[in-house]
């Protein structure tokens, strides 16, 4: 592999946080605070699946499910906030241009 090529992979590596379990259980405890006054079947399952996420893509990949969910309660406006409200637990797990992302 050329140096720079190298240079650049290992820059890259250390960039990224350091994944720690706590992270994760963060995340999930917010995503699951942000669904706790969602009642019926849906929030049931959605509660399970985040409850069982192992990786932060994996819980970023149900915000979408939350969101609609919420949206589907309350509505569109609350879901928004909410879901703004998590971004910045994202920060440093998925690529940037997601995170501006709203559902």
Same mark, same amino acid.
């Given at each position: ?6 240079? &650049?992979?290992?820059? +890259?590596?250390?960039? @990224?946080?350091? =994944?720690? %379990?706590?992270? *994760?259980?963060?995340?999930r405890s917010? !995503? ?5 006054d969602c ?6 399952? &959605?509660?399970?699946? +985040?409850?069982?996420? @192992?990786?932060? =893509?994996? %819980?970023?990949? *149900? ?5 609609? !969910? ?34």
């Amino acid at each position: 592999m050329p140096p720079c090529i190298s240079r &650049l992979l290992r820059s +890259l590596r250390r960039t @990224r946080p350091a =994944r720690r %379990l706590s992270d *994760l259980h963060t995340v999930r405890s917010a !995503l699951l605070a942000a669904i706790e006054d969602c009642q019926g079947l849906n929030a049931e399952q &959605l509660k399970l699946k +985040l409850s069982g996420a @192992r990786h932060h =893509r994996d %819980l970023w990949m *149900l915000r979408s499910d939350a969101y609609r !969910l919420i949206a589907l309660q309350h509505c569109q406006a609350i879901a928004d906030e909410r879901m703004r409200h998590l971004l910045h637990l994202f920060e440093g797990w998925v690529a940037p241009k997601e995170l501006s992302r709203v559902a």
